[in-house]
């Protein structure tokens, strides 16, 4: 069966410092997959999406930028973090030709 | 771009009554609409969804309807219990290569005894 692994749960970093989440997705190949950011009490906001390694597209400028070394790895990337990118954010994939999403576990990232 | 509203933001009913939470979007190319329970803390989960050949679809207790030519579709929940408590996403998207699923804004609904 297919499983989605997201990692790390929570995560306290300084205003400046670096970032990298990370996804993987097993049991599947080529999948789609997406990174969103659910600010507190808010809906989910899709940040990037990709279609096959190397493909990356961005739905929102910003401060973050994603990539797709393998099949089924996504990374999501910050090299400055900022305060406003506190959130929760939640990787998810879709099976090529299929609708509905799985969502990793997600991470609580603060920005202090 | 497509665009989802929602409504309410927050719905509190009695345990027993029923909860619907609606939901109207804006691209006509849409044809997948799925809905999402999100427990605190955790990650939304797939509770039902509705394709756009398909007007009504039912599972145990909660139902979807559409409404393609207003453009818009409902979540029922009957006879209501406190597990049920929860926010609510409605999304809309295209099938097709990307399938980007654009999200409402949330229900909380919170199940008083």
């Known amino acids: 069966s297919q499983t989605i692994h997201q990692w790390p749960a929570t995560l306290v970093q300084p205003v400046g410092s670096p970032l990298s989440l990370e996804c993987t997705v097993e049991?599947?190949?080529?999948?789609?997959l997406y990174w969103y950011r659910q600010a507190a009490g808010r809906g989910l906001q899709l940040l990037f999406y990709?279609?096959?390694?190397?493909?990356i597209s961005s739905e929102v400028p910003q401060n973050l930028s994603a990539s797709r070394p393998q099949d089924r790895q996504f990374i999501l990337s910050s090299k400055k973090l900022l305060l406003s990118d506190s959130g929760f954010y939640l990787c998810?994939?879709?099976?090529?030709?299929?609708?509905?999403?799985?969502f990793g576990s997600g991470t609580r990232l603060t920005v202090v | 771009g497509e665009n989802v509203e929602q409504h309410p933001s927050t719905l509190s009913v009695q345990e027993g009554d029923s909860a619907v939470i609606k939901c109207t979007y804006s691209?006509?190319?849409?044809?997948?609409f799925p809905w999402y329970k999100q427990e605190l803390g955790k990650r939304p989960q797939l509770i039902i969804d509705?394709?756009?050949?398909?007007g009504e679809k039912k599972d145990q207790r909660i139902a979807v309807t559409l409404n393609k030519t207003a453009k818009h579709f409902s979540l029922h929940i009957t006879e209501t219990q406190p597990e049920d408590s929860a926010v609510y996403f409605c999304?809309?998207?295209?099938?097709?290569?990307?399938?980007?699923?654009?999200f409402g804004t949330g229900t909380r609904l919170q199940v008083t005894l």
């Open positions: 998810a994939w879709r099976k090529q030709g299929a609708e509905g999403y799985t």
């Open positions: 049991g599947t190949s080529n999948p789609n």
């Open positions: 990709s279609v096959g390694i190397g493909q």
């Open positions: 691209d006509s190319a849409s044809n997948y």
């Open positions: 509705i394709r756009s050949n398909v």
């Open positions: 999304a809309a998207s295209f099938t097709g290569t990307a399938s980007k699923l654009t």
